[in-house]
């Protein structure tokens, strides 16, 4: 069940937001996806986030289509026999072709897949394809008549493609401007999360406004009377590094990375935080006290085998210092 969705994508190449969310609501309702007792909305925003991350589907929201990519076979970080998975729009044909190729193969390569964790109901298993070298890789690709990228981790060549903070700095156009007379929020750094403001002045900061038509979101970040207009992701990693917050931490003897899930880390690094694995986080809580500028009790996200290099690259690109933290946690999904 949780493939029919991706499916549904590519079987359209493209398709509105409103039919994405029809088909969402569909597919939640069938027998097997088990969505009870949990927030849909939230489950359906997590879902398109991860669809992107997984290099699965890109969104446009100001245009409000969605886009199935190119399927691609891409690199995972080496960790034993060079190994690739399946990203992109997925058919019943393509997988069949790979399956094809690899049964005729046995000895030089593998197929496997690996079911998404129980939160995550409507992202499609990860397929990976595993071989003595990289030639049988590219082979697979071939027979499957799609594309691969095999010279590179996608994860390293992703996190050196993405922009930094100082580059998202350096491209903002300040403007002297008005306060929007919207429902407004403002993002927290103790909180990591926006709440709402009812100053009539100016917020230093970021500031979250609603188009009380259309919903649609408009983030700005201010500077005195100025303010230009900001990615939501970047707009509060740049608010955490202009107050010296650090919220990433990293367990380096599991290689795992924690992010806050109130503060997601942007697009580009979040694809190659998750193309590690090609699986989305697990989502964990914090226990009772705070670490660095993680409150307690905060929900988090735990993205796994993420090598050191490919870690510290990230929090560099959002002037963040990695917090060495042990990520096992207890009986009750909970990191002390």
């Known amino acids: 069940m949780s ?22 609501d569909t597919l939640c309702q069938l027998p097997g996806i088990s969505t009870s007792e949990v927030d849909l909305n939230h489950v359906r925003r ?14 446009d929201f100001d245009q409000r289509h969605v886009f199935a990519c190119p399927p691609v076979l891409v690199a995972l970080p080496p960790y034993g026999l060079p190994k690739a998975v399946l990203t992109g729009a997925r058919t019943p044909s393509v997988v069949q072709k ?4 690899v049964k005729g193969n046995r000895n030089s390569v593998s197929y496997s897949s690996k079911l ?26 071939q027979a499957a008549q799609i594309g691969c990228h095999l010279t590179a981790p996608a994860a390293w060549s992703l996190v050196n493609f993405s922009a930094g903070i100082e580059n998202v700095r350096y491209n903002l156009t300040y403007e002297d401007r008005a ?26 900061g970021l500031v979250e406004y609603t188009n009380p038509r259309s919903q649609q979101k408009l983030h700005w970040i201010w500077d005195g009377n100025r303010a230009a207009e900001v990615d939501r992701d970047w707009g509060r990693y740049m608010i955490l590094a202009d107050e010296g917050v650090d919220v990433l931490l990293y ?12 503060v997601p880390i942007p697009r580009f690094l979040a694809r190659a935080a998750t193309l590690c694995t090609g699986l989305a986080p697990a989502t964990l809580h914090m226990g009772e ?3 660095g500028g993680v409150p307690a009790g905060h929900p988090v996200d735990i993205y ?19 917090i060495d933290h042990s990520t096992v946690p207890d009986s009750h999904g909970v990191i002390s």
């Open 251 to 262: 367990d380096e003897r599991r290689h795992q990375l924690v992010v806050p899930a109130y």
């Open 116 to 141: 998404q964790r129980s939160e995550h109901p409507l992202l499609p298993p990860a397929i990976y394809i595993e071989a003595i070298d990289h030639d049988h890789l590219q082979k697979v690709a």
């Open 289 to 291: 006290q705070s670490v």
């Open 46 to 59: 997590q879902t398109i986030r991860y669809l992107d991350s997984l290099g699965h589907c890109e969104f």
């Open 179 to 204: 306060d929007i007379n919207w429902l407004k929020r403002t993002f927290s750094t103790d909180t990591l999360t926006f709440s709402k403001n009812h100053n009539t002045e100016n917020v230093q």
């Open 98 to 101: 790979m399956k094809n190729f």
């Open 3 to 24: 493939k029919l969705l991706l499916q549904t994508i590519s079987t359209s190449g493209r398709m509105s937001i409103d039919k994405f969310d029809a088909a969402f």
């Open 304 to 322: 796994c085998a993420v090598p050191p290099p490919v870690a510290m690259m990230i929090s560099e690109k959002l002037s963040q210092n990695l």
